[in-house]
């Protein structure tokens, strides 16, 4: 009886506790080799950019409204010499990409003609894929009980302030390249990360609930970032995050 209280009062601390976002911004993130020589180029980002920024400083002389078409390449699952996504099997990592591409396309195109060909007028995107990780859920939700209930929770906690990661939550990371498709100059780079919140919801048991979280806030972010730039509208929807 006393153990099937503790457990019940355990459940209620974790509900009290666990935030409802899904993922946030990661502390850091590492260079994994898709964009090559435009790393040294790249600077930290701050509020609402990535971790890490390239911006052309011909952006500026660029009239605005100039780009009205889009093409998206296919996206990518970049496993690079120090990738550490050899767990992954083939065919979850592409059918990460495939929802990411179908997450980006889906929002660009509420306010882009959509392309397949090069073209003037048209920004071109390529987008990888450099890391990915499951959640671990059960342990994700055992974790959350705080010390001393849970000999798990210290080793989560310390790894959360460390990292800026829970342990057993899921994480993306991604390297994006917007260039102009005729000429093929690029005009804006950016590598991210976002990892899994603590959480406990319907979506608590899926796995790959955090990496589908970070990918379809990269997909609005995008839409949101080119609006703004675009600057001819004030109503430019912000991602969830």
């Not at 993922?23 to 898709?34: E, I, L, P, W």
Request: hydrophobic share 40%.
């Amino acid at each position: 009886m006393r153990i099937r209280t503790i457990t019940l009062f355990a459940l209620l601390l974790v509900v009290t506790l666990i935030g409802c976002a899904a993922t946030k911004q990661a502390r850091s993130v590492d260079k994994m080799g898709f964009l090559k020589d435009l790393y040294p180029l790249m600077h930290d980002g701050k509020d609402l950019e990535a971790l890490l920024v390239y911006r052309n400083p011909k952006i500026a002389t660029i009239p605005r409204g100039t780009y009205k078409k889009f093409m998206l390449d296919p996206v990518l699952v970049f496993r690079g010499s120090e990738s550490k996504m050899k767990g992954i099997p083939q065919q979850d990592a592409q059918l990460v990409a495939d929802t990411f591409y179908a997450l980006i396309y889906q929002e660009l195109s509420k306010d882009n003609e959509m392309v397949a060909q090069p073209g003037p007028n048209t920004l071109r995107a390529q987008v990888a894929i450099t890391h990915l990780e499951e959640s671990m859920p059960t342990l994700d939700i055992v974790s959350s009980i705080p010390a001393p209930m849970n000999f798990l929770a210290l080793g989560s906690t310390l790894k959360g302030i460390t990292t800026g990661k829970p342990g057993f939550v899921g994480e993306a990371a991604i390297e994006v390249r917007v260039t102009d498709a005729q000429s093929g100059e690029v005009l804006w780079a950016a590598v991210d990360r976002r990892v899994g919140k603590k959480k406990l919801d319907a979506e608590s048991f899926d796995s790959w609930a955090d990496v589908y979280e970070s990918l379809r806030y990269w997909a609005e972010q995008t839409r949101w970032r080119l609006c703004k730039e675009r600057g001819q509208r004030t109503d430019c929807p912000q991602a969830k995050a």
